[in-house]
Each structure stands twice: as C-alpha cells, then as structure tokens.
C-alpha cells in the first residue's frame, strides 16, 4: 500500500481550509446558510406588520420559504449545522446586518 506524502495532506487541509473563506482570506458564509439569511430577514420584515400569533404570518412565513425553495427540515438541518459552530452564528448574524442595510438603501434609492 502506498504512503501519502505529508505534504499532501497538508496541502489537502490547507485548501479545505481555504475553500471556507472569501478571497480575502475570511470566513464565509455556504450557499444554504446564505439562503438562510434572505429568509430570516423575509421573516423579520414580515414581523414589523404581522405578529407571529396571526394565522396571516403563518401563511406569509410558508409563502417566504416556497420562495426560497427551502423546507421546514432542509431549515432546521441549517439551523444544526449553525449550531455545531457557534462561530458561524456571528457571521450569520453579520451577513444579516449586511443584507438589513442592503434592502434599506436600494428602498431608500427606489423612494427618491
């Protein structure tokens, strides 16, 4: 049986690592907890006019997850994964900001 060379793996790990960061080096976020970002601000946004007890937010909150092509379980797995990396969650927290601050200038430029 043949030895993988250290260096391999190294290499290996190294590029892991690296396919977990943006291009300057920083984590980011993967493709479903990006989508998880465009729901959890759908439903913040949802929130400002429909409090969660009203069956009306219940259908909006379905209507934001069909739209996102997301499932209820495909939400929670996300949710998990969060879970197994507190560290993600502060990013999650900041992509969130981001994306708040993103939607409040292109409304604000769109009023003008």
């Given at each position: 049986?043949?030895?993988t060379?250290?260096?391999?793996?190294f290499?290996f790990?190294c590029?892991?690592?690296?396919a977990?960061?943006?291009?300057?080096?920083?984590?980011?976020?993967?493709?479903?907890?990006?989508?998880?970002?465009?729901?959890?601000?759908d439903l913040l946004?949802?929130?400002e006019?429909?409090?969660?007890?009203?069956?009306?937010?219940?259908?909006?909150?379905?209507?934001?997850f069909?739209?996102?092509?997301?499932s209820?379980s495909?939400?929670?797995?996300?949710?998990?994964?969060l879970?197994?990396?507190?560290?993600?969650?502060?990013?999650?927290?900041?992509e969130?900001?981001?994306?708040?601050?993103?939607?409040?200038?292109?409304?604000?430029q769109?009023?003008?």
């Open positions: 049986m043949k030895k060379p250290i260096s391999s793996v290499l790990s590029l892991c690592a690296l977990g960061c943006g291009k300057d080096g920083s984590p980011r976020l993967r493709t479903d907890q990006k989508v998880l970002v465009q729901v959890y601000v946004e949802i929130q006019t429909l409090p969660p007890s009203e069956p009306a937010y219940l259908d909006s909150s379905r209507n934001i069909a739209r996102h092509h997301l209820q495909e939400y929670e797995r996300i949710v998990e994964k879970n197994q990396k507190p560290e993600d969650w502060e990013l999650f927290y900041k969130v900001l981001r994306e708040i601050d993103r939607r409040e200038t292109s409304g604000s769109t009023e003008e």
